[in-house]
């Protein structure tokens, strides 16, 4: 029989474990987190072995669905040594339902990995996210140990490991001030010398203030703008789309394709509402969101409520539907409007144009960005509705640039510019001596 207090609690929902709480053997100076270590005065920051059977319990019995995911971050989570996750995997495996599949998935560092993490990440099928911001000039920037050293080398060395005892991992690259204005330096980092087939791009909205909650209305130097945020992603889905659409995928666009395609977002931040990703504390403070780890939205603490009457409390549901109720006019008229949703809200702090609160600090990026792949997306939308490979995009594009080569060999010089921008040719591409690239929004 349900119970009243848990009648409206959905059938399945995720929560960002923090067992050594925002403790971190590094010192990264965007981070939001590190700041949270005083929301706890006096605590050890280790979950205890009975919390975390408890917290396996209540986790595991509130999902109704085949499928359940682990998340474990930080802080830096490895800090909690490998015991603790061994024992981890034991308690899912005592609690799991009939025929429920569990899965884990940890985001690190990955300064402290050697091989008997990665052989167990390996043996427990662990799905690692590794941070890495791109090439060692540009991850060292703001990435460093608590001595304010760079940090690439020992990365790398933890990227070996996996590689080594062949861990699944994807890349979670953050976007700030130091990266943003190098789009293909980074992407091609990532695919030709890590050889990851999975990135994360997450911007850097950091609010300049001391305490690391989601408060004012101004931000960082590190900050990343709305600008180099559109930019970068046009940027690299640019190359992306002409050559490793299937080959590697970054979550922004294969979320985008999945709206596209009629299939809802996967990603919390596009979703109309949200509420359905909660931060547990190392101590069992449940919290509404990762990003609002802050005492205004703790919801309570697991060992005294159980956690499926805190997910499912009235509290937590109104978190989740004002993100869409508090949407200005500006977002709810806006043309992609059916794909970005406003955002996290997180970063909803600035005003629209007409001086209405709520609007999303990135949105000029986000707005560029939907629109410029549109048409590609409407074309990889048709390719999947017609049962065929979205990655038949790729030779439509090289076919179109082959054609306009061809137009253009013979052209003459005053003749109008075959690419239709309806300037002559000796003004547009006759200019330039570099490969011809059609741009994407003109090929379609």
Known sequence: ????????????????????????????????????????????????????????????????????????QGGEPTLMGLDFFEQAVAFQQKYKKPGMRIYNALQTNGTTLDDEWASFFHRYDFLIGLSLDGPRHLHDHYRVDKGGRPTFDAVMRGLDFLKKHKAEFNILCTLHAA?????????HFFRDQVGTRFIQFIPIVERD?????????????RSITAEQYGQFLTTVFETWVRRDVGRVYVQIFDVALGVWAGEGASLCIFGE?????LAIEHNGDLFSCDHFVEPAYKLGNIQETPILELVASDRQRKFGQDKRDTLPRYCLDCE????????????????????????????????????????????????LRHQRA?????????????????????????????????????????????PIRLAIQDAF
């Not at 396996?56 to 669905?65: G, L, N, P």
């Not at 203030?209 to 130097?221: K, L, M, S």
């Not at 509402?273 to 990703?277: F, I, V």
Request: glycine share 6%.
């Open 179 to 187: 990266n943003a204005p190098y789009p293909l330096d980074v992407y």
């Open 336 to 383: 992609v409007r059916f794909i970005c949703n406003g955002g996290c809200p997180k970063n909803r702090f600035i005003q629209t144009p007409d001086g209405e609160a709520g609007l999303n600090y990135l949105c000029a990026g986000y707005r560029a960005f939907f629109n410029a792949i549109d048409k590609p997306m409407r074309f990889m939308t048709n390719e």
């Open 273 to 277: 509402t949200c509420g359905s990703a």
């Open 390 to 434: 979205p990655a038949n995009i790729m030779a439509y594009l090289a076919q179109k640039e082959a054609a306009l080569h061809q137009a253009l060999a013979q052209a003459r010089r005053n003749d109008p510019c075959p690419c239709g921008s309806g300037i002559k040719v000796k003004q547009c591409h006759g200019r330039s001596r570099e």
């Open 1 to 72: 029989m349900i119970s009243p207090a848990t009648a409206n609690a959905p059938p399945a929902f995720q929560v960002m474990t923090k067992p050594r709480g925002a403790i971190c053997n590094l010192d990264c100076k965007y981070c939001y987190f590190l700041s949270k270590e005083f929301m706890y005065p006096g605590s050890k920051f280790r979950m205890s072995e009975s919390l975390l059977e408890a917290y396996t319990r209540q986790y595991i019995e509130a999902q109704q669905a085949p499928e359940v995911t682990f998340a474990w």
């Open 209 to 221: 203030n001391e305490t690391g909650y989601q408060e004012g209305n101004t931000v960082t130097d």
